[in-house]
T-cell receptor, first 113, second 111 residues
Framework: DTAVSQTPKYLVTQMGNDKSIKCEQN?????MYWYKQDSKKFLKIMFS???????INETVPNRFSPKSPDKAHLNLHINSLELGDSAVYFC????????????FGPGTRLTVL | KQEVTQIPAALSVPEGENLVLNCSFT??????LQWFRQDPGKGLTSLLL?????REQTSGRLNASLDKSSGRSTLYIAASQPGDSATYLC??????????FGTGTRLTVIP
């Protein structure tokens, strides 16, 4: 059984489009995260979401918005895509907060043309 | 703001050798220190988690240590195998559910 899953695995789109990436975890965890891994393989947190409390990394543009329909899902919506948004996006979850081990999804490679 | 550095960026060793990967962090007020493994094109797999009150954790051939006073952590891999080839990332856990990652060490174990 896949613990943290993401769809799609690959996403290729044009500049200016709006897209979504879905994330689901079946671990019963309370906290979910979105990370961005850039072309230099540097991984940086974008959001964490716990019990309807959203913590946003201040460097993330407001074109990015996480949406959580329930505790098992945290989807990432991106408006007006830009070339610099091209990266691999990882979803993760943990039992509670940052003191716990985080479990990562397989990643979504986004390419903006 | 927490900054995490990993040296070296890449490492090649012959199979069977013991090796140490290094991680340094700037803010000693971390909640924990985690080591992950990332295979090419894949997500991250958690290897070891050391809480701030702990000095080390062990899992099989892996041993991770944490020295908050010096801002350092090491990952020791015993009797390396070709299957250990991957990128190893350390990450410091801070407040507000933040996890600050290093840039990783790409390990190649040569058969």
């Amino acid at each position: 059984d896949t613990a943290v899953s993401q769809t799609p695995k690959y996403l290729v789109t044009q500049m200016g489009n709006d897209k979504s990436i879905k994330c689901e975890q079946n671990l019963g965890h309370d906290t979910m995260y979105w990370y961005k891994q850039d072309s230099k393989k540097f991984l940086k947190i974008m959001f964490s979401y716990n019990n309807k409390e959203l913590i946003i990394n201040e460097t993330v543009p407001n074109r990015f918005s996480p949406k959580s329909p329930d505790k098992a899902h945290l989807n990432l919506h991106i408006n007006s895509l830009e070339l610099g948004d091209s990266a691999v996006y990882f979803c993760a979850s943990s039992p509670s907060g940052s003191t716990d081990t985080q479990y990562f999804g397989p990643g979504t490679r986004l390419t903006v043309l | 703001k927490q900054e995490v550095t990993q040296i070296p960026a890449a490492l090649s060793v012959p199979e069977g050798e013991n090796l140490v990967l290094n991680c340094s962090f700037t803010d000693s007020a971390i909640y924990n220190l985690q080591w992950f493994r990332q295979d090419p094109g894949k997500g991250l797999t958690s290897l070891l988690l050391i809480q701030s009150s702990q000095r080390e954790q062990t899992s099989g051939r892996l041993n991770a240590s944490l020295d908050k006073s010096s801002g350092r952590s090491t990952l020791y891999i015993a009797a390396s195998q070709p299957g250990d080839s991957a990128t190893y990332l350390c990450a410091g856990g801070s407040g507000a559910n933040n996890l600050f990652f290093g840039t990783g060490t790409r390990l190649t174990v040569i058969p």
